[in-house]
């Protein structure tokens, strides 16, 4: 265990479907992170927050809505995917965005139909 | 833009070998980090090095890194079967609060 909790591990989602991922962390961190891992392709970061704020958003499409309530919990809401958008979803956590160390959550693996 | 992008793309050796992996980079960095992936989970951290270190240990870990050619070394001694996985190397880039990872090379210690 991380201290990084994703749910779900699985879904499955048309492409007309909207969905939201989960991510908690019991860390105490500042900074969450949204990646995106595709087949035979380097992890992804799409999305960075510290202290409940973006502070990068690295050109991902608007199908792809971030939201960060608080420090401890952080959203990924999806609206008309494609079928390339299926991946594993990896949420990370840090003290800091200056803190060099990332604590990965187990994923949530998203499959487009 | 890629930074790390580790060599062999894909490993495999028998349990009690050594297995060695290789990381290139492109620019300046603060720091290097290697972590795991078992198939399908998330990423652990193993070990950090930082663009003043040359050498790191952690157990059975050993990690080097060259900031004249860019570029580190993961070594695992004695490998074990539950070494099986996925490593990745991560960068750190000066000035940048991004971590930039690369594809990775997938391990398969065979009992």
């Known amino acids: 265990e991380t201290g990084v909790t994703q749910t779900p591990r699985h879904l499955v989602m048309g492409m007309t479907n909207k969905k939201s991922l989960k991510c908690e962390q019991h860390?105490?961190?500042?900074?969450m992170y949204w990646y995106k891992q595709s087949a035979k392709k380097p992890l992804e970061l799409m999305f960075v927050?510290?202290?409940?704020?973006?502070?990068e958003n690295n050109s991902v499409p608007s199908r792809f809505s971030p939201e960060c309530p608080n420090s401890s919990h952080l959203f990924l809401h999806l609206h008309t995917l494609q079928p390339e958008d299926s991946a594993l979803y990896l949420c990370?956590?840090?003290?800091?965005?200056?803190?060099?160390?990332?604590?990965f959550g187990q994923g949530t693996r998203l499959t487009v139909v | 833009s890629q930074q790390g992008e580790e060599d062999p793309q894909a490993l495999s050796i028998q349990e009690g070998e050594n297995a060695t992996m290789n990381c290139s980079y492109k620019t300046s960095i603060n720091n290097l980090q290697w972590y795991r992936q078992n198939s399908g989970r998330g990423l652990v951290h193993l070990i950090l090095i930082r663009s003043n270190e040359r050498e790191k240990h952690s157990g059975r870990l050993r990690v080097t890194l060259d900031t004249s050619k860019k570029s580190s070394s993961l070594l695992i001694t004695a490998s074990r079967a539950a070494d099986t996985a996925s490593y990745f190397c991560a960068t750190h880039g000066a000035g940048s609060y991004q971590l930039t990872f690369g594809k990775g090379t997938k391990l398969s210690v065979i009992p």
């Open positions: 990370a956590s840090s003290p800091g965005v200056a803190s060099p160390e990332a604590f």
């Open positions: 860390l105490g961190h500042n900074a």
């Open positions: 927050y510290s202290l409940e704020e973006r502070v």
